[in-house]
């Protein structure tokens, strides 16, 4: 049984779908893809989040929960956002930058993951 609870927030849905097709054998995901249904509150007990920030609404509801998980990955396909995300100074964070080919995401997925003892 997989009781590694990860949060999915991709209000695109294309990276959900890569990280569930190769991941959902090693981690039990919950994915919010509408940012009408995103319940901050709700949000506990995950040891990793991934968070895709396509525009400000999704910046705000990524500073939103930050706080609340240790693990934090974050897609950037926005030059402009991703450097308002590197002018928080938040170390703690990998940020994946979506111009990059998927070999090389999912090797940086996997290095960070596995430092984390989240896969083996």
Known sequence: MINKKVYIYDTSKGFSSLLKHYYSNLLNFDVCTNKKRFQPDSIQGYVACFFVVNDMDDLA????????????????????????????????????????????????????LQNRKLIY
């Open 61 to 112: 509801n990524f500073l939103i929960i930050y706080p609340k998980i240790e693990c934090f990955f974050v897609g950037v396909p926005n030059l402009i956002i991703k450097d308002k995300i590197e002018q928080l100074k938040y170390e703690e964070i990998i940020i994946l930058e979506f111009d990059k080919s998927k070999h090389e995401l999912l090797k940086i997925i996997n290095q960070n």
